[in-house]
């Protein structure tokens, strides 16, 4: 992984074999980053994607494995914490040589040969809290009251 900050955006390459999501999230702890918008361009050589789909009143996972090459048509997230740890939410669409595309819940993925990620940063934590109705852990976009607060008015 090679990056340049400008501004408040950082220009972030991850290279062939490097897993993304571990990758990234090593990086924001290395430069204390606790909120914001990431896009990347690039190719994939595997990933995993996950789907969540409401059962019952609240979500549970599917998950596929492709493997590649997988073009990123689109690779969009947020970044946020949970329990004091960068979290990052990411959405992607990826299509395969025979022009089939998939998308869904970034769960895993391999770079393979380059992904080319810009990530912008916010000012300030944003914050996460698990919903035990909805089984996810939903974003609190408010500047921080108590988690007990948090829950107690969550519906």
């Known amino acids: ?3 340049e900050q400008l501004g408040d955006h950082y220009v972030v390459r991850l290279d062939e074999g490097e897993e993304v999501l571990w990758t990234l999230r090593r990086f924001l ?4 980053i606790l909120a914001g918008r990431f896009m990347a361009w690039g190719t994939f050589r595997g990933l995993r ?13 599917r998950v596929v494995d492709l493997e590649g090459p ?4 689109s690779l969009l997230g947020n970044i946020s914490t ?8 990411a959405h992607v669409t990826v299509g395969d040589a025979a022009w089939r595309t998939y998308s869904g819940h970034l769960a895993s993925g391999t770079v393979g ?7 912008k ?6 914050h996460r809290f ?13 500047e921080a009251p108590e988690e007990a607060e948090r829950l107690e008015a969550w519906p």
């Not at 698990?130 to 408010?142: G, I, K």
């Open 29 to 32: 702890v290395e430069h204390d």
């Open 70 to 73: 997988l073009e990123v048509a």
């Open 82 to 89: 949970l329990d004091d740890e960068p979290v990052l939410h």
């Open 130 to 142: 698990w919903n035990d109705r909805l089984h996810v852990a939903v974003l609190d976009p408010e």
């Open 113 to 119: 040969p380059t992904l080319e990620v810009v990530v």
């Open 49 to 61: 994607l996950q789907h969540n789909r409401p059962v019952a009143g609240r979500y549970e996972p």
């Open 121 to 126: 940063v916010l000012p300030r934590a944003l």
């Open 1 to 3: 992984m090679q990056y």
